[in-house]
Structures are given as C-alpha cells and as structure tokens.
C-alpha cells in the first residue's frame, strides 16, 4: 500500500467490512484502494471508526502510513479501539501516526521511516512488542516532526505537557515497551568423531525486551530479510523471516581442529552474533541452596565430557555422608563413563544455623525426626491420612510439642534443591503454542532439547525398598527389605550414533566388570544404580533404533544419527521416571521419498512413548495395569490416552498452529501431530499421578534391565523379522515373566506404530478426508496401545496373530465404550477434526460416520491397512442370542495364502492364548475347534467353521 492513494475508514462506519465489503484489512497487500477526498496529507491507511484491525498488510511510500484519528472531546467519535497488527510499515514519512486513540499496535515491523515509526499524540496507545529494527529503538519527545530532521523511532508527546482540558477515562500513558529484540543461537548440530562439522544457525523475533516469550500472541510479518555472516567457514548468506524465525546451515571449516567459529545475524539495522565450538561437548553444570563445606558458598560445580564416542554415560548421585553425629550433610557425585570425576560434601542452612542448640541423644532424635518424616511425607497426598497420622504420631510421643509443632511448620526449610543443567550440541528444545479452541488461553508446551534443565529435591535421607525374592508376578513371592545406599540419582545417556548390537553388548558386559584387585567395579549400592539408571536410558534408544531400521526396510528409505541425542532416568525421594531429553526428531537425518520418510519418521516418533512404557514396566511389574486403575497407564501418554478413551472419558482432536493435538480434558496429556515432518510428540503436564520412584536400581531393576537388554540382543533377529515381515514366532518361555511381558510389549507396541504409518503412502486420498483419518489414525494407535496393556496375558503367546486378530475390531470397541459412557453420565463427545466436525452421542456409531462422510474405497482406514500375507480369524463360542463369549481363553488361526490367492488350510497355524501355537493341517485345525464359531471380517460377523 503505497503513494498518495489509500483506504480511508470514515467516522461514521462501524467496521471497515460494511464501508468498503470487496477489500478486507487482513490482505497481504491491498490494490483497491478507496480515496474519499481526504488528502490533506497522503496515508495508506486512515482509521476514523471503532473496531478495525488492520493486519497483515506491507505498507510503505506513504505520508503516514497508518493514520489512527479520534476526538479527545467524545467517547463516542473518532477511532476506538483499532487493532494494528503483524504488518510491514516501512518507507514512510511516519509509519503510524496515532492521535488521540487508544489503538492496539502490535507484532509489526516499523522501521526505515524518514521521520518517526511511530507518533503518538495523547491517547492510551499501546504499542508493545514490536520490531523496530533494532534491540534499542530511538526515542524522543523533544521535537515536532515536522520541523526536525533527525528521525527517531517513536515520538509521543503526553496529555499534560500539551493539554490543559481532562480527556475521558480511557485516555491513558502510551505504552511502547518491552519491544522485541533480536536473537541468535545454534539450534541444530551435526556431529562425527567429536567434532561438530554443521550447524543450523537460527536468528528470531520470538522475545521481548523484558524476556518474555510471545510468540503465544502474535508474530511479526514473514519475509523480513536476514542475513548472515561467517567468519570461518561457509553459510548461507540470505533468509527470511517465517513465524518469527529464520535459519540458516553453516558448515565448519574441516581444517579447523578446535576453537570457535563467529556467526553474525542481521535484520535491518540490528546485528546480533553467536558462536559454534568445533569440538563437539557436553558441559554439566549443579547448582543448589545447600551449602558446599569446602567453602561455605552455595554448591556450584561444572564439568565438561567430551562427545568423542558413541556412548557416555553421565551420572549425577547424591547420598548421605555417612556422619551420624552431623546427618544433614550429604555427598554428591558427578559419575561419567562409570568412574567419578567430581564430589563434593554440601549441607543444609538451616540445620548449620539450629545444630548448636539441640545436642546429645534428644538432638539426634530431633533432627532424626525432620529427614524422616520430610521423607515420608515425599509421597503422601493426604497428611491427615490415617497412615500419616500414625507415623506422625511416633514423633509426637518423642518430642516436646513446641519442637514437634516447629518441625510440623519449618520442615521444608531442611531441604535443598539440585538444579542440574546440561548443554550438549543437539537439536534446541522448542515451545508449542496450542489453541484448545474452547475460549481457554494458550497453552505453551514445551519439549526436550538443548539445554536440559533438571531440578531435584534433597532430603538428606537415603532411601530403601522390598526386594523381591523370586517372580514378581508370583502372588506368592515373598519380599524383604534393603537399604539403596543413595538418595537420588539422575543418570544420562548420551549418543551420537546409532545404537548397534555391539554397542549395547559392551555396556551390558560393564555390569560385571571388576578393577585390578577383581572387585566389582559397579557393588550393590550407588554406583550399581548409577549403572543401572543409564543402561535403561540406553536400552530405550536401542529399541527404538530398531523400530527405525525396520521401519526403513519397510517404508524404502535409509537413515543416520547425525544430532547428538540424551535420554535419562531420574530415581529420588520424589519422582521416578524414564524421559527423553531431546526433540523427537532423535537426531536422525533420513533420504528417501518424501511420503516414506513422513511414514518413517510418524512410525519412530509414534513409538518413543510405548517403549518408554514397557521399558519401564520390565522394570516396575507389580504396578497395577486395570483399566480401572490409571495411575500407572497415564505416566505413559500415547497408552493412557487409549486407556481414557476405553475407559469412556473425553478426549479432544483439534487442529492448532497447524499440528494435529489430541490430548485429555484435564490438558495433561498430549500427543501433538506435525503433518509436514510426520513426527508425533507426546508431552505430560503436571504429573502428580504416579512415579517409578523406589530406589530399587541399587540391586534389583539394574539386573532386570540387563536382562531385558540380552534378550533383545538374543532375540534381536527374529524381532526384526517381525517388525519388517510381520511374520514368526518368539519362544520366550524361558524367560522371566516380567522381561517376557516386557519385551513383548516393546515389540507388539512397535508394529502398531510401523502399520499406523502407512497410511502416509496413500497419495489418492481427499484432502477434505485427510485431517479427520489422521485423527482416527491417533484414535488407533492410542487404544490398540492400551489393549496390549488389558489384555497382556494373551499377546505374550503370540504377537502378531493376536493384534492382527483384534485390530479389526479395535475402533469400533473402542468408540462403542465412548459412547455407552458418554450416554450414561448424560454427555456429548465432541472431536474437532479439520472442516468436518462430529458429535458423538449414545445412538450413533462409528460407521455411521464412515458411511456418511467417507467414500468405500477409504474405508480401510478406519481399521486397517493390510500389511501381513495371510488372514486371521477369531474364534469363540456364542450364548443363546448369539452373543461372543470372550472371558474364556482367545482362540486364533492364522491362514497363510496360496499363490493362487487361496487360503492354504494345510499350513495353518493354531494359537491359543493359554497353551500356545502350533502349526497344524487342515483335519487337526477342524478337531481343535469343534464346537467354536469363526469371525468372518469381511461381514464383522461369525460364521461356521471355514475349512473345506
């Protein structure tokens, strides 16, 4: 919008649509201008009417470019409440020339203008967050601009200095800051043999001056230029600026040996400078409130690891220093590669600031009481619980009530924190901005990525737990206590490559090794579950690296780990649990066509959050998995999803910022699709639910996970063979139940993401159908998840033959529960799936949705695509009214096909959920299911037995 025409909103309009209805203010640039013999002063925009939002537009070359009028007499007259927003106000004499108004301008860019960006004359304007072209914009208000030459930012004169009447209420002081200021960072590295060879330099406009981040309210408009600069090296010169960001990929100078490479950034007159370090890094650093006894400041340590291997492990321990006559002291330790490179002793403030005035056998009982029962309390909801009130009461017979009651109220101030930060050359942690659509605020979540920031809470109180003795699914295993040696541990695994067969065979061999005088180098106690809290990490990046290699046989494309990666365990007073640290990209760059590597990178992303689950549950068996119970099912978000939809709670599925969300009611869990890159993120908020925490890695989960860890390598070759081919049997009957279930859960949730992901290789699809079976993809994977978890005892016998016999009518349970509990307590389900909107109550079914809205032929994908050669029924006896019976054993058959495209009933294989299967010929087939009714899939209903 530029030279002497422009669009002039009178007074008398109540909104721009009614003056002029074919121009709307949100186009990037408009043509038709309107010109209504008001040019006194050349403008591009002239807002003199209540409620219009500019937005969007590039504006330049005008007198005043936006032009905002009122009248200081009369609430009544003139522009209200006007809204200028994400536009490009460059070239201008004046870029926004505001008078008398209380306009919203926001989110522009206002730079480059020969006079003022902004003139503010009296009035309420606020005109924060916005880009001036520089982090310290220039502002005046000793001059008129029309009479001075110099330029400035912002100009504003206030009401007092030039007026002497009182304006109406709503005249307020300007307001221009914060304002949004430039950054630069590396967010991506690219790294091999230690040294970072590539860089993803990214610059933005995503902060403001007072720190905030605001990209939750707005951005400034796309296509600003940026350029970049090196000084080693080479990069690319020139980006642009979309949803606030631009990025540019700077490759290192491969004769550089070490040192720091300097990028420069600019954007209009602004340029802002970061630096990449070539050799490849993680630097740890501890912070706390607790004292460090060697001197007496706060405790605050760093140490750096080099990335020069395919693995590092990273400890941070903290225990008690054994000191019975000084027990708030405790020991930390900095553990890497299994050897510790860093302690200090540190102690609390409080207890120094008391100690002297409690001493003999009373002040070792008082201050045992403080660590007891602040542990205690560490995993107590309710104080006033019965069992709290006993244990309560063993310190309230010991000690006086003025000491008792002071501890009751001063308690926590015998703790500490330990903030842990680490810094590592891999992929930025991102902020997702998401619009639950319900008239609710935004909610910002936030993933993992560089840097890691970790808080723990110290209780000065080592822990215990029950060790089992025998099968812990055994309801006769019996228990004992033991002491863990440790308070807390939080353990890193650290990878730069893929996880290979030989690779997680040296760190399954580091469990037993022993130092010079044949002692174990990793005992019963701390170190063994600084072992064990990182080989967990580790084994999950295993499993998942094996969905990714066959997930790359079968979706055609290749794969490579360039991004360092971190995954870590956390076992304390009060959390427990196995979590990524990274983006969910995993570091991997993948080659092939562009619908494959959607499929592949939807198929690995999609199976993070199951193999979290079941790594942990090999770990953890004797936590409750009912459908009735969701403690446990929602420290997993994908399963717990399902298990609320099974369940017959509400979930929600909506487009937001252009990801696919699907998440609870109470916004704790989500799962948040990106259509242009395929991956799935999963992020839990506020868990109060439920934790891992036990101390048990000391002895017992550190074997577990060795355990689960040799399986995988034994079985490593027929698991792929199911993964890629979806065929064959595991005899796992030799294993213990609980890596049994384990590793049949790893696998089983691992072919439901890989099946899931083709659907992304559909090129024939509507794109009005599109967004609605993405969601009902979500819908599948969550609720076949949680099925596995239900009915575990019936998918360990034989994975593949039990989700492709249950799979078919998966979606259609799973939205019959929805709707049968949704009906009950009186509710409606409402799921907001791109362009078509469905509400579902207690007489409507999911086919009828499908029959309505979608076309036959896409159909499928509201069961399944078929991805395995043979076909599979369900077997099972009917009541009276013909009604399945399914709390008896479950009965399947798999049918391979002929070349013919027959059924080869000769080869069949029998699988019964309790003894087992076998394969059998047509006549055995026939005796073993006498008597049993056949599910016929085509029909979804049971037919007589099928064989010739």
Same mark, same amino acid.
């Given at each position: 919008?530029?030279?002497?025409?422009?669009?002039?909103?009178?007074?008398?309009?109540?909104?721009?649509?009614?003056?002029?209805?074919?121009?709307?203010?949100?186009?990037?640039?408009?043509?038709?201008?309107?010109?209504?013999?008001?040019?006194?002063? %050349?403008?591009?925009?002239?807002?003199?009417?209540? %409620?219009?939002?500019?937005?969007?537009?590039?504006?330049?070359?005008?007198?005043?470019?936006?032009?905002?009028?009122?009248?200081?007499?009369?609430?009544?007259?003139?522009?209200?409440?006007?809204?200028?927003?994400?536009?490009?106000?460059?070239?201008?004499?004046?870029?926004?020339?505001?008078?008398?108004?209380?306009? &919203?301008?926001?989110?522009?860019?206002?730079?480059?203008?020969?006079?003022?960006?902004?003139?503010?004359?009296?009035?309420?304007?606020?005109?924060?967050?916005?880009?001036?072209?520089?982090?310290?914009?220039?502002?005046?208000? &000793?001059?008129?601009?029309?009479?001075?030459?110099?330029?400035?930012?912002?100009?504003?004169?206030?009401?007092?200095?030039?007026?002497?009447?009182?304006?109406?209420?709503?005249?307020?002081?300007?307001?221009?800051?914060?304002?949004?200021?430039?950054?630069?960072?590396?967010?991506?590295?690219?790294?091999?043999?230690?040294?970072?060879?590539?860089?993803?330099?990214?610059?933005?406009?995503?902060? &403001?001056?007072?720190?905030?981040?605001?990209?939750?309210?707005?951005?400034?408009?796309?296509?600003? /230029?940026?350029?970049?600069?090196?000084?080693?090296?080479?990069?690319?010169?020139?980006?642009?600026?979309?949803?606030?960001?631009?990025?540019?990929?700077?490759?290192?100078?491969?004769?550089?040996?070490?040192?720091?490479?300097?990028?420069?950034?600019?954007?209009?007159?602004?340029?802002?400078?970061?630096?990449?370090?070539?050799?490849?890094?993680?630097?740890?650093?501890?912070?706390?409130?607790?004292?460090?006894?060697?001197?007496?400041?706060?405790?605050?340590?760093?140490?750096?690891?080099?990335?020069?291997?395919?693995?590092?492990?990273?400890?941070?321990?903290?225990?008690?220093?054994?000191?019975?006559?000084?027990?708030?002291?405790?020991?930390?330790?900095?553990?890497?590669?299994?050897?510790?490179?860093?302690?200090?002793?540190?102690?609390?403030?409080?207890?120094?600031?008391?100690?002297?005035?409690?001493?003999?056998?009373?002040?070792?009982?008082?201050?045992?009481?403080?660590?007891?029962?602040?542990?205690?309390?560490?995993?107590?909801?309710?104080?006033?619980?019965?069992?709290?009130?006993?244990?309560?009461?063993?310190?309230?017979?010991?000690?006086?009530?003025?000491?008792?009651?002071?501890?009751?109220?001063?308690?926590?101030?015998?703790?500490?924190?330990?903030?842990?930060?680490?810094?590592?050359?891999?992929?930025?942690?991102?902020?997702?901005?998401?619009?639950?659509?319900?008239?609710?605020?935004?909610?910002?979540?936030?993933?993992?990525?560089?840097?890691?920031?970790?808080?723990?809470?110290?209780?000065?109180?080592?822990?215990?737990?029950?060790?089992?003795?025998?099968?812990?699914?055994?309801?006769?295993?019996?228990?004992?206590?033991?002491?863990?040696?440790?308070?807390?541990?939080?353990?890193?695994?650290?990878?730069?490559?893929?996880?290979?067969?030989?690779?997680?065979?040296?760190?399954?061999?580091?469990?037993?090794?022993?130092?010079?005088?044949?002692?174990?180098?990793?005992? =019963?106690?701390?170190?063994?579950?600084?072992?064990?809290?990182?080989?967990?990490?580790?084994?999950?990046?295993?499993?998942? @690296?094996?969905?990714?290699?066959?997930?790359?046989?079968?979706?055609?494309?290749?794969?490579?780990?360039?991004?360092?990666?971190?995954?870590?365990?956390? @076992?304390?007073?009060?959390?427990?649990?196995?979590?990524?640290?990274?983006?969910?990209?995993?570091?991997?760059?993948?080659?092939?066509?562009?619908?494959?590597?959607?499929?592949?990178?939807?198929?690995?992303?999609?199976?993070?959050?199951?193999?979290?689950?079941?790594?942990?549950?090999?770990?953890?068996?004797?936590?409750?998995?009912?459908?009735?119970?969701?403690?446990?099912?929602?420290?997993?978000?994908?399963?717990?999803?399902?298990?609320?939809?099974?369940?017959?709670?509400?979930?929600?599925?909506?487009?937001?910022?252009?990801?696919?969300?699907?998440?609870?009611?109470?916004?704790?869990?989500?799962?948040?699709?990106? /259509?242009?890159?395929?991956?799935?993120?999963?992020?839990?908020?506020?868990?109060?639910?439920?934790? %891992?925490?036990?101390?048990?890695?000391?002895?017992?989960?550190?074997?577990?996970?060795?355990?689960?860890?040799?399986?995988?390598?034994?079985?490593?070759?027929?698991?792929?063979?199911?993964?890629?081919?979806?065929?064959?049997?595991?005899?796992?009957?030799?294993?213990?139940?609980?890596?049994?279930?384990?590793?049949?859960?790893?696998?089983?949730?691992?072919? +439901?993401?890989?099946?899931?992901?083709?659907?992304?290789?559909?090129?024939?699809?509507?794109?009005?159908?599109?967004?609605?079976?993405?969601?009902?993809?979500?819908?599948?994977?969550?609720?076949?998840?949680?099925?596995?978890?239900?009915?575990?005892?019936?998918?360990?016998?034989?994975?593949?033959?039990? +989700?492709?016999?249950?799979?078919?009518?998966?979606?259609?349970?799973?939205?019959?529960?929805?709707?049968?509990?949704?009906?009950?307590?009186?509710?409606?389900?409402?799921?907001?799936?791109?362009?078509?909107?469905?509400?579902?109550?207690?007489?409507?079914?999911?086919?009828?949705?499908?029959?309505?809205?979608?076309?036959?032929?896409?159909?499928?994908?509201?069961?399944?695509?078929?991805?395995?050669?043979?076909?599979?029924?369900?077997?099972?006896?009917?009541?009276?009214?013909?009604?399945?019976?399914?709390?008896?054993?479950?009965?399947?058959?798999?049918? /391979?096909?002929?070349?013919?495209?027959?059924?080869?009933?000769?080869?069949?294989?029998?699988?019964?959920?309790?003894?087992?299967?076998?394969?059998?010929?047509?006549?055995?087939?026939?005796?073993?299911?006498?008597?049993?009714?056949?599910?016929?899939?085509?029909?979804?209903?049971? =037919?007589?037995?099928?064989?010739?």
């Amino acid at each position: 919008m530029n030279n002497v025409n422009g669009v002039f909103v009178p007074a008398w309009c109540v909104s721009f649509e009614e003056y002029y209805s074919s121009t709307y203010l949100s186009d990037p640039e408009i043509f038709d201008y309107v010109w209504w013999e008001y040019n006194e002063y %050349y403008f591009g925009m002239h807002s003199d009417s209540f %409620y219009n939002k500019i937005t969007q537009n590039s504006i330049r070359n005008n007198t005043k470019g936006v032009y905002i009028t009122s009248d200081l007499v009369s609430d009544d007259s003139g522009s209200r409440d006007t809204q200028v927003l994400e536009n490009d106000i460059t070239s201008n004499n004046i870029g926004i020339y505001a008078d008398c108004t209380n306009a &919203n301008i926001h989110f522009n860019r206002i730079t480059g203008n020969n006079n003022s960006g902004l003139y503010m004359y009296v009035g309420a304007v606020d005109a924060t967050d916005n880009w001036w072209g520089s982090n310290s914009p220039v502002i005046n208000t &000793n001059y008129s601009w029309w009479s001075n030459s110099d330029t400035c930012d912002i100009y504003y004169e206030d009401y007092e200095s030039s007026q002497s009447f009182k304006p109406p209420s709503w005249i307020l002081m300007e307001k221009f800051t914060p304002y949004l200021v430039l950054k630069v960072k590396p967010t991506s590295h690219k790294v091999s043999n230690g040294k970072v060879y590539e860089s993803t330099i990214t610059t933005d406009l995503t902060h &403001n001056s007072a720190g905030e981040y605001t990209s939750s309210k707005g951005h400034v408009p796309d296509g600003i /230029p940026t350029h970049f600069s090196t000084n080693k090296g080479t990069i690319t010169n020139l980006s642009y600026i979309k949803n606030s960001k631009a990025s540019s990929r700077l490759i290192l100078d491969p004769n550089l040996q070490s040192g720091m490479t300097t990028i420069t950034t600019t954007i209009d007159r602004q340029g802002v400078s970061t630096q990449v370090d070539r050799i490849a890094k993680a630097i740890i650093n501890i912070i706390s409130t607790a004292t460090d006894t060697s001197t007496n400041q706060p405790l605050n340590l760093t140490y750096t690891i080099p990335l020069n291997e395919s693995v590092s492990w990273v400890s941070v321990l903290w225990k008690e220093n054994t000191n019975v006559t000084d027990p708030f002291k405790n020991k930390l330790e900095v553990i890497v590669n299994g050897k510790v490179v860093q302690s200090k002793v540190f102690t609390n403030s409080a207890y120094s600031y008391i100690k002297d005035y409690y001493s003999g056998t009373y002040g070792f009982i008082f201050f045992e009481a403080i660590s007891s029962i602040n542990r205690f309390l560490a995993n107590v909801d309710d104080i006033n619980s019965e069992e709290a009130q006993l244990f309560l009461g063993i310190y309230r017979a010991m000690l006086t009530t003025e000491d008792f009651n002071f501890i009751m109220n001063n308690r926590l101030y015998f703790t500490d924190e330990i903030h842990i930060t680490l810094s590592y050359p891999g992929d930025s942690s991102q902020i997702i901005n998401i619009d639950p659509g319900d008239g609710s605020n935004m909610i910002n979540l936030g993933f993992g990525g560089n840097p890691i920031q970790r808080t723990s809470t110290v209780l000065y109180r080592n822990g215990g737990y029950q060790h089992c003795l025998g099968d812990p699914y055994d309801p006769n295993a019996t228990f004992e206590s033991r002491e863990a040696g440790y308070e807390g541990v939080r353990s890193f695994a650290i990878v730069t490559t893929k996880v290979t067969d030989n690779i997680l065979q040296y760190w399954l061999n580091e469990k037993d090794k022993k130092d010079a005088n044949g002692k174990l180098l990793y005992p =019963t106690g701390p170190m063994k579950a600084a072992y064990g809290t990182f080989l967990t990490s580790l084994l999950m990046i295993k499993a998942h @690296d094996m969905v990714a290699d066959a997930a790359a046989t079968k979706f055609n494309v290749t794969w490579s780990r360039t991004t360092p990666i971190i995954v870590s365990v956390l @076992d304390d007073s009060y959390d427990g649990y196995l979590t990524l640290e990274c983006d969910h990209r995993f570091g991997m760059d993948v080659t092939g066509d562009p619908n494959n590597v959607i499929a592949f990178r939807f198929t690995c992303s999609a199976a993070i959050n199951p193999i979290e689950y079941w790594v942990m549950k090999t770990l953890f068996p004797s936590v409750n998995s009912t459908l009735d119970d969701l403690s446990e099912l929602c420290s997993s978000i994908t399963i717990g999803l399902g298990q609320k939809i099974l369940n017959g709670e509400m979930v929600d599925i909506f487009i937001s910022n252009g990801y696919l969300v699907m998440k609870s009611t109470e916004n704790d869990l989500f799962l948040v699709f990106d /259509p242009e890159t395929g991956i799935v993120r999963d992020v839990m908020i506020n868990n109060s639910i439920f934790s %891992y925490s036990t101390w048990c890695y000391s002895d017992q989960q550190t074997e577990w996970v060795r355990d689960l860890g040799e399986s995988i390598l034994d079985y490593g070759r027929n698991i792929m063979n199911i993964l890629i081919n979806g065929g064959g049997i595991i005899d796992l009957n030799q294993l213990a139940t609980n890596t049994k279930n384990g590793l049949t859960g790893l696998i089983s949730s691992s072919i +439901l993401s890989l099946e899931r992901a083709t659907i992304f290789l559909e090129n024939n699809i509507p794109s009005y159908l599109l967004t609605p079976l993405l969601g009902f993809n979500m819908i599948n994977l969550c609720c076949y998840n949680a099925i596995i978890i239900r009915e575990e005892p019936y998918v360990v016998e034989n994975i593949v033959g039990y +989700l492709n016999s249950k799979k078919k009518y998966l979606v259609e349970d799973g939205v019959d529960v929805i709707l049968f509990g949704a009906s009950i307590v009186g509710t409606t389900l409402v799921s907001r799936m791109g362009i078509i909107g469905i509400v579902y109550t207690g007489c409507e079914l999911l086919n009828d949705f499908r029959d309505h809205y979608v076309p036959m032929e896409y159909w499928q994908f509201f069961h399944h695509p078929k991805i395995w050669e043979t076909k599979t029924y369900t077997l099972c006896h009917l009541d009276s009214s013909s009604t399945p019976i399914w709390d008896e054993p479950t009965i399947n058959v798999e049918v /391979p096909y002929k070349g013919d495209g027959s059924l080869d009933w000769d080869n069949a294989v029998y699988i019964h959920s309790v003894t087992g299967a076998r394969k059998v010929n047509s006549t055995q087939l026939k005796e073993l299911t006498n008597g049993y009714w056949w599910n016929n899939p085509p029909y979804f209903g049971f =037919t007589q037995c099928p064989i010739p």
